[in-house]
């Protein structure tokens, strides 16, 4: 639970709210709870709880200080393979809902990229992708015919077919070259359900750089894999 003496809130110029509300559109949403006589306002963020916990410990914790002078503590859920923040707070419910336009409940209901933050500028573009692309984004390195791991590809997936049809067009727009998006239907593990999604790809060695060099990305496990492909870049056989 995020603890709160004195919330903080943003202007919406703020490139920081716009990269956490990226993330938070990717891996988190709102909702509230009516029980006792009460309603409970709840903003919250989740990840997996092997590869996302240091990302959760080291950059969420502290965007969610800077951002809104709030002290969130990272609680872990080893039961369903997660860690997760969550926030009680009315207000920042009330921001996020009201002020930036995120709805409450299912993110799936999300379509577009919330006007109030990419209208601000180029800048506040970039960093809403970046915290979209550091939720939803995966590395993996192809062989491609070759018996070393040579080829990069990111891949970003969700199930908003609007949301990601936009950041593909925002891409490219930024000079990035992106593939069609696709649809295809993946099965949950966690949840043995079977959805529809939509992805896109970031393709080869020049692609993938510029996206690197243009996103401003911060969760370590892109990072770290990233920079251990580029000192050990291997050559195609």
Same mark, same amino acid.
């Given at each position: 639970? @995020? ?21 938070? $559109? ?17 903003? %919250? %963020? %989740? ?19 800077? =951002? %809104? ?31 930036? @336009?995120?709805?409450?409940? +299912? ?10 933050? $990419? ?8 960093? =809403? ?11 993996? +390195?192809? /062989?491609?015919?070759?018996?070393? #791991? ?36 993946? +099965?949950?593990? #966690?949840? /043995? ?11 080869? /060695? ?11 990305? #911060? ?10 492909? /580029? ?7």
């Amino acid at each position: 639970m @995020g603890k709160i003496k004195s919330l903080t809130l943003p202007p919406l110029s703020s490139p920081m709210l716009s990269y956490e509300t990226g993330f938070s $559109i990717a891996d988190g949403g709102l909702y509230y709870r009516k029980r006792k006589g009460r309603t409970d306002y709840c903003v %919250y %963020y %989740y990840g997996h709880i092997h590869d996302e916990i240091t990302y959760f410990e080291k950059v969420i914790v502290h965007l969610l200080k800077d =951002l %809104y002078g709030i002290s969130a503590r990272v609680t872990k859920r080893p039961e369903k393979g997660l860690c997760q923040i969550v926030i009680y707070s009315r207000e920042l419910f009330t921001f996020k809902h009201e002020v930036i @336009g995120l709805p409450v409940g +299912f993110r799936n209901k999300i379509e577009k990229m919330p006007a109030s933050l $990419i209208s601000q500028g180029e800048e506040q573009l970039i960093e =809403l992708i970046s915290g979209l692309f550091d939720g939803e984004a995966s590395l993996t +390195f192809l /062989k491609r015919g070759s018996p070393v #791991r040579y080829y990069p590809r990111i891949k970003f997936e969700m199930s908003n077919k609007g949301l990601v049809y936009e950041v593909a067009l925002s891409l490219r727009n930024l000079g990035i070259n992106v593939t069609n998006v696709y649809e295809r239907e993946k +099965f949950d593990e #966690r949840t /043995k359900h079977t959805y529809i999604t939509w992805y896109f790809n970031v393709n080869g /060695k020049e692609n993938c750089g510029k996206l690197f060099n243009i996103l401003h990305l #911060r969760n370590p496990k892109h990072i770290e894999k990233y920079k251990f492909w /580029k000192q050990h870049e291997p050559q195609r056989r």
